[in-house]
Each structure stands twice: as structure tokens, then as C-alpha cells.
């Protein structure tokens, strides 16, 4: 699904943003990549939408370089991959509706097959009832699954989320990743970018670490910090 082979990214003026990554991510996994500030997250998670290009190395996704994409093939790519920000990234002139909507138009998408797969999506992430509410008359919780059926709306192979709970509280937060959960229980292979240790111990999922740049842990049904075990929260997970 997805393999990394020595990615590296280095920014203009010697700064690293990620150092000689190898990293593979089967079809139907559920990884976290975890880390401090500064560690390389969001630019792994860059480089993986051809958002940023590796100074070095390969970067391949469903058997296609990505690397070498030409410009023109980059939105195609994304249609592969539903991505869920931690802003939310709603256009605050349109309903919940047109938001997910919109992700269908720009592929193209026929205005009846619209109709069909955005109350779907909608109703998959609990928000039937919200089709026609505007960013502003929804709670932050709600907004971020908008977010989530502009992701799953076109049927991605991998949903890539950074940072999605950044801007929520525990208990949205949970309720999210248990809607990330039960979608890759459904097949739907998931990346997960985060901060949030109590939901990385508590979920037991594989953890890929990085730090300052580098692949510094890979463990299955890990936590957030080496040697945690699961909730309740032990003093580790608050370290």
C-alpha cells in the first residue's frame, strides 16, 4: 500500500524534516506516527500527499512512485488518499453538504452519484441531521466529521489524518478514533499523526515513532511511550 525507502526531506537553509525513513504500511493496517514537536510528522505526512518532494529516496503508493509524479498526476493521487486536518479546513460559505460535496466535484464526479454518496457520508459519521448546517452553527466535534466524510466520501484507499484531535476535547476525541477505528475495520487502511498518548495507549495500534527526524520505534499494539500498557493510564502515558 504503502513504502517508504530512505525518504528524506531537507528544507532550504540545512533544516531536516525527516531523515532516511524506510517505512511500509500494508493494506488494512492502522498505524500512528507519534513524536515531539518538531519530529518529522507533518512532513511525512506531506511527502505522502506529493504536498512536499523528497530531497532523497522513494516514496511509493499503491505501486506508483509518487516521487516522480508529474504535477498533473498529483490530483489523481489524492483522490487515492482522504486526508483529515486538524483545522478542519471547512469553507465557512458553504453547508456541510456543499463541503463534502465539493471533494466529489473537483474529480469530476456525476451530480446524481453526488447525491447519492454525500448523505451517505454524511450519515456514516453521524451528521444525517446536519446536512444544511454551516461550519459556524456546528460544534468543533461536528466540524471535524464533516471533515471526516469530505475524507471517506470518495471511497479512499487510506485515510491520512494529522493531528485530527488536535482542536477537540477527550471525549470527542475518543468518539473520533473510534469512527477511524470501525472504518478500518471495514478495510479502509488508516495513518494516524498525533500528540494524543492517552489515545495511542488506549487503542493498542502499531506505533511508528519518529525523532528529529529519524525512525527512531516501529512496535505492533504499541504505545505512545515504549513500554506502556494499557489504559488505565499509567504514569508513562503522562510523560
Not at 518538531?38 to 505522502?48: E, F, N
Not at 478514533?177 to 494516524?192: P, S, Y
Amino acid at each position: 500500500m504503502l513504502d517508504l525507502y530512505n525518504a528524506t526531506k531537507i528544507y532550504p537553509g540545512g533544516t531536516t524534516g525527516v531523515l532516511d525513513i524506510t517505512l511500509r504500511v500494508k493494506k488494512g493496517e492502522f498505524v500512528f506516527i507519534v513524536g515531539p514537536s518538531g519530529a518529522g510528522k507533518t512532513t511525512l505526512v506531506k511527502l505522502i500527499i506529493r504536498e512536499e518532494v523528497p530531497t532523497r529516496g522513494q516514496i511509493y503508493f499503491n505501486g506508483r512512485n509518487i516521487s516522480r509524479l508529474r504535477p498533473g498526476d498529483v490530483a489523481l493521487l489524492r483522490r487515492k488518499i482522504g486526508i483529515v486536518f486538524q483545522d478542519f479546513r471547512l469553507l465557512p460559505q458553504k453547508t456541510a453538504y456543499e463541503n463534502v460535496a465539493l471533494a466529489l466535484e473537483v474529480m469530476g464526479v456525476s451530480r446524481r452519484e453526488i447525491r447519492r454518496r454525500v448523505p451517505e457520508a454524511l450519515a456514516r459519521v453521524g451528521l444525517a441531521e446536519k446536512l444544511h448546517a454551516f461550519p459556524h452553527q456546528l460544534s468543533g466535534g461536528e466540524q471535524q466529521r464533516v471533515g471526516v466524510a469530505r475524507a471517506i466520501v470518495k471511497q479512499p484507499l487510506l485515510i491520512l489524518a494529522d493531528e485530527p484531535t488536535g482542536n477537540l476535547d477527550p471525549e470527542t476525541s475518543r468518539q473520533l478514533m473510534e469512527l477511524l477505528a470501525d472504518l478500518n475495520t471495514e478495510g479502509t487502511t488508516v495513518v494516524v499523526a498525533t500528540h494524543a498518548r492517552d489515545i495511542v495507549d488506549a487503542m493498542r495500534r502499531r506505533v511508528v515513532e519518529l525523532d528529529r527526524g529519524r525512525l527512531v520505534r516501529d512496535e505492533e499494539e504499541g504505545g505512545y511511550t515504549a513500554g506502556c500498557s494499557p489504559l488505565p493510564i499509567t504514569a508513562c502515558a503522562r510523560q
